[in-house]
């Protein structure tokens, strides 16, 4: 008896190792499998994003590059990519659950890896742009788009349009995935099968309207006051960019993707000289230095110019420099080279970097003669002139390589196109640079911006006619809504 039960015992404890190794055995099985269905499903998804994303770039772009392709007929089209590309993502999750065998909600782990990678991308380009302007092949978010890169039309125009955000790059990176188990869901689900025509009339016809909707666009005729061929050919300052393209999109009624292509400023100097030399008809500018004004001179060339907005000149330093605040007379004194120490104006015991612009600069000009007027500007050493200004806000962001440098911008650019979380815009004689102190009146450093034009210009050109819309309520609100404070009577 005794010995049967020992055998008994003996043969469950068998038994119960068999079960536990098969147990072990289905486990390893499944977890095989789910990576090998992870690792298909992440390979196919790239696939199928880089060959849509090509694809669609060149076709969509080549469409928006028209004249006749309006803003709204832009929005369409995004949007019917969108639906097109959410239907696929969807059959694709379908197909994967198909013949798989395993129940739905077991399948949806597959998409697992893809939410993980998309998210990790995400959480990447969110630290490194820190505060900059979301650029979909910029150096934050590059793997992020690659990745993502049926989604780069999407990006791409959204960018231009200025309404990029990173809760839109957080939307993007979850609806592959999202759509992926929406159609691994249904598949499992779905009992009723639909015939070619029932799927046609529920999914088709959503595209098919949206696709009139674009031919109506088309052909109703727009507002626009000039096309393309009758537009003057403008030139500006880098500052004045968004401005000229928003001014153009108003005037000729093309989208926004059409004006960036065809706004190509080449900054304040050569567009003066452009100007001068009859290349373009329009300028938006700060105001000239005397070079300049010798050339036009020289050459007989005598300019007008409209001013139309108002920006500020502000005084830049990292966020970790302890000074928050310079009179106009410790600025000169940095820029004289009479100040060279921060302890000299209130700070730390550190040399002063004081960085410059190349000369006939707008920003330079400015500094020349509406901040250091009659005070001599020191000549800077080749390593401390900036030639674009973008790069002398990006060398004081950088707190590791210039921890004690100073610039110069302009309010708008530094605030809004070329924004940097490590920057400190710096209180002068105790005012902060601001919208509101700007136009006021109150911050020190104010400098208009300028339409210029030839006088040889004939009266009913297109240049004149522009110049006189921007003294109008819509032509000043265009201008506020660009960013610059637009100039009352």
């Not at 789910?34 to 992440?42: H, I, K, P, V, Y």
């Not at 009723?192 to 025509?197: G, I, L, P």
């Not at 304040?268 to 050339?295: C, N, Q």
């Not at 240049?463 to 960013?483: C, F, H, N, Q």
């Amino acid at each position: 008896m005794l010995i049967k039960k020992l055998n008994g015992r003996w043969g469950i404890g068998l038994n119960r190792e068999e079960n536990e190794s098969k147990r072990s055995g289905s486990k390893k099985r499944l977890l095989l499998f789910w990576f090998g269905r992870s690792l298909s499903l992440l390979l196919v998804y790239v696939v199928i994003s880089f060959a849509s994303g090509l694809f669609a770039e060149f076709l969509l772009f080549t469409l928006f590059e028209q004249v006749n392709i309006s803003n709204i007929a832009v929005c369409l089209v995004l949007v019917i990519y969108l639906f097109l590309m959410l239907s696929l993502f969807i059959s694709f999750g379908s197909f994967v659950a198909r013949d798989s065998g395993w129940p739905a909600a077991r399948l949806t782990l597959a998409v697992i890896p893809l939410v993980i990678i998309s998210l990790y991308l995400w959480g990447l380009g969110m630290y490194w742009y820190e505060g900059d302007a979301i650029e979909p092949l910029g150096n934050s978010w590059f793997l992020y788009t690659v990745f993502h890169f049926w989604s780069y039309p999407l990006l791409k125009a959204l960018s231009i349009y200025e309404i990029l955000s990173e809760v839109v790059m957080l939307l993007i990176a979850v609806l592959p995935s999202t759509a992926i188990a929406i159609g691994i869901v249904m598949q499992g689900r779905g009992k009723k099968q639909y015939t070619k025509a029932q799927l046609w009339r529920r999914w088709g016809a959503i595209p098919v309207v949206m696709i009139l909707g674009i031919l109506l666009t088309v052909v109703i005729p727009d507002r626009a006051l000039y096309s393309s061929s009758d537009y003057p050919r403008v030139d500006g300052a880098t500052a004045a960019i968004p401005f000229a393209k928003k001014l153009n999109s108003e005037m000729t009624g093309a989208n926004r993707i059409k004006v960036t292509k065809d706004t190509r400023f080449s900054t304040t100097h050569y567009a003066y000289k452009g100007l001068i030399e009859g290349k373009t008809d329009l300028i938006f500018v700060a105001g000239p230095s005397d070079e300049e004004l010798t050339l036009s001179k020289k050459r007989g060339v005598e300019l007008e110019f409209y001013p139309i907005g108002r920006d500020g000149f502000v005084f830049l330093v990292n966020e970790k420099n302890p000074i928050n605040e310079l009179t106009t007379e410790q600025i000169q004194d940095i820029y004289g080279g009479f100040a060279t120490n921060w302890a000299e104006v209130g700070g730390d015991d550190q040399p002063i970097v004081a960085l410059q612009r190349e000369m006939n600069s707008g920003s330079q000009t400015y500094m020349e003669k509406g901040v250091m007027v009659d005070a001599v500007l020191t000549v800077p050493s080749k390593d401390h002139k900036i030639g674009v200004m973008g790069g002398l806000i990006d060398r004081i962001n950088d707190y590791r390589n210039e921890e004690s440098s100073i610039g110069y911008s302009f309010y708008y650019y530094a605030s809004e196109m070329h924004k940097r979380e490590n920057i400190k815009f710096l209180m002068i004689d105790g005012i902060t640079p601001s919208k509101d102190t700007i136009r006021s009146g109150l911050y020190p450093y104010t400098t208009d911006l300028y339409a210029v034009i030839r006088s040889d210009l004939s009266e009913d050109h297109s240049a004149r006619e522009i110049i006189d819309w921007l003294d109008t309520e819509p032509g000043k609100r265009l201008v506020e809504e660009s960013g610059f404070i637009a100039v009352e009577e």
